[in-house]
């Protein structure tokens, strides 16, 4: 490999990782370029080279979180059913991911979050719905996913109020409206 091309994945990954140490005590959008930059030993001119601004990178690290959440699954199509609904299964274990990624939840808890969600839910569709669906499936998955996810994010940043297992249930209830029949 180009030593240039190495050492611009090792500044990436200085960068990313220098905000991902400091989200756990800051709030994610008080973090600065400079900040960045101080933590890393790198120059402003090094993260602009590789970023553009902070809301890409911002953008990147949501997408890799989002991403180890949902891997394995493939598309939502290619989830298994229970009762015209996502098997509950599927669900609990998609859940437990969500509530243990520290980065997908520090996004939901920090102060700022609704401002986070929405960069969110776009990485959970584009990463899950796939494109080989007719437009008017993608629509109603769509929906469904921003309802979805915008339920469980408000569930981990206000506590869990409400089991589990009736996160699971409204979930699976709320998932057979994607998958009915159109007719």
Same mark, same amino acid.
């Given at each position: *490999? ?9 500044? /990436? ?24 930059? /101080?933590?890393?030993? !790198? ?22 979180? $989002? %991403? ?5 699954? %493939?598309?939502?199509?290619? &989830? ?24 997908? /939840? /520090? ?21 899950? !719905?796939?494109?080989? $669906? ?12 921003? %309802?979805? &996810? ?8 206000? %506590? ?16 057979? $409206? *994607? ?5």
């Amino acid at each position: *490999m180009d030593k240039r091309i190495a050492r611009g994945q090792q500044s /990436r990954a200085k960068f990313k990782e220098a905000f991902l140490d400091l989200i756990q005590t800051e709030e994610p959008g008080d973090i600065t370029v400079t900040e960045l930059c /101080r933590r890393t030993g !790198l120059n402003r001119s090094t993260f602009y080279a590789h970023f553009g601004y902070i809301d890409r990178l911002i953008r990147e690290v949501l997408w890799e979180s $989002v %991403g180890r959440v949902t891997e394995g699954y %493939g598309t939502q199509w290619d &989830l298994p059913l229970e009762n015209g609904g996502v098997d509950r299964s599927s669900i609990a274990v998609y859940l437990q991911r969500l509530l243990n990624d520290p980065t997908v /939840r /520090r996004f939901c808890t920090c102060s700022d979050s609704a401002s986070y969600r929405d960069l969110i839910i776009r990485a959970h569709i584009e990463l899950t !719905l796939g494109t080989s $669906v007719d437009p008017v499936r993608y629509s109603i998955a769509y929906i469904h996913n921003a %309802g979805v &996810l915008s339920f469980v994010f408000e569930w981990i940043k206000n %506590g869990p109020h409400i089991t589990e297992e009736a996160v699971v249930e409204i979930i699976h209830e709320f998932s057979k $409206v *994607m998958y009915r029949p159109l007719s």
